[in-house]
């Protein structure tokens, strides 16, 4: 009975990750474009005041292109299929990664209830790291194949690579430490799935405490009750992201090709000093669009087929 329980959460969970994925690939190709330190910034001139007369100086000075921009580059140049580069290595990497962290997030939940207080916030951000730092250390020379297909640019009609030629061109040209380029950056990002979860989970509690409350008595979940937990996931990852989104602009740097970003920090500290900290947050919007609605259909439909499972049989 665990054993079908468990297949079942694998394939609810592959599925919503697959959904979600298909759908939203066009707004993450977007954003790793605009984290990358290849998109062509358009120089504009200042105005600044450089003499000990109050003379005006003309500086060069760049500025990001906009989403919208971007969007049309690559339709122009590229075509609409370049939208969708490296969906493949994600459909691979998301119903296991998926599976991988909410496994691991219950047991760790479990394990943890047993040390601290049971369900406090230490507990939350305690299981929530814990299985992101797994999560983030077995998938992450898939999530490296992709990144590297979406920043592979190649004109209308040119044949692209494919996720298998790109890690065979990876282990060539790098060995096995390419596969994990920018881990240092995904392990810094943990923090956002600890924030996520702590308000997430704040939020939850708060919703059951008032549901019973506004019964008087035990009731079944509704469809306005799953609706409040995707509001509820929507509120936390906007909040984690925002907080800690610099780490995925870092991420992309350490996993371009020849790049002479290294090290996490190395990287961190060349970006503050040629682009300032602005480029910190560059395609942060694509990214709320994306993963805002991702992550409230990924976690209410896991809270879903939890609650149905877990009801006993008649």
Not at 241 to 269: D, M, N
């Amino acid at each position: 009975m665990a054993q079908k329980d468990t297949l079942l959460h694998l394939f609810a969970g592959g599925c919503g990750g697959t959904v979600g994925a298909i759908m939203t690939c066009p707004l993450e190709v977007l954003k790793t474009r605009l984290q990358s330190s290849g998109l062509t910034l358009r120089p504009v001139f200042q105005v600044q005041l450089g003499t000990v007369s109050g003379a005006g100086v003309l500086r060069p000075g760049p500025v990001t292109p906009s989403l919208l921009q971007v969007l049309r580059s690559i339709l122009e140049k590229e075509g609409p299929s370049s939208l969708f580069r490296g969906l493949g290595p994600n459909l691979v990497g998301v119903a296991p990664s998926r599976a991988i962290y909410f496994a691991a997030y219950s047991k760790s939940k479990e394990t943890f209830n047993g040390i601290f207080v049971p369900n406090s916030g230490v507990v939350h951000m305690s299981s929530a790291g814990f299985a992101a730092f797994v999560t983030n250390s077995l998938m992450n020379p898939i999530w490296m194949v992709k990144t590297r297909m979406q920043l592979e640019k190649k004109a209308r009609g040119e044949k692209k690579t494919n996720a298998l030629q790109c890690a065979r061109y990876v282990y060539r040209t790098e060995g096995v430490r390419g596969f994990y380029r920018g881990l240092t950056a995904s392990y810094a990002g943990i923090s956002e799935t600890m924030i996520c979860f702590l308000i997430y989970e704040t939020l939850k509690k708060h919703l059951a405490e008032n549901r019973l409350t506004a019964s008087n008595a035990v009731r079944e979940k509704g469809a306005s009750d799953f609706l409040s937990l995707m509001v509820a996931a929507a509120f936390a990852k906007g909040c984690a992201s925002c907080i800690a989104y610099p780490h995925e602009v870092i991420r992309t740097r350490l996993r371009e090709e020849g790049s002479k970003y290294k090290y996490f920090f190395q990287t961190a500290r060349l970006v503050a000093v040629e682009e300032g900290y602005a480029a910190f947050y560059r395609g942060l919007i694509p990214q709320l669009i994306r993963q805002i609605p991702n992550t409230a259909i990924v976690l209410s439909t896991y809270e879903l087929i939890v609650y149905l499972l877990g009801q006993p049989s008649k």
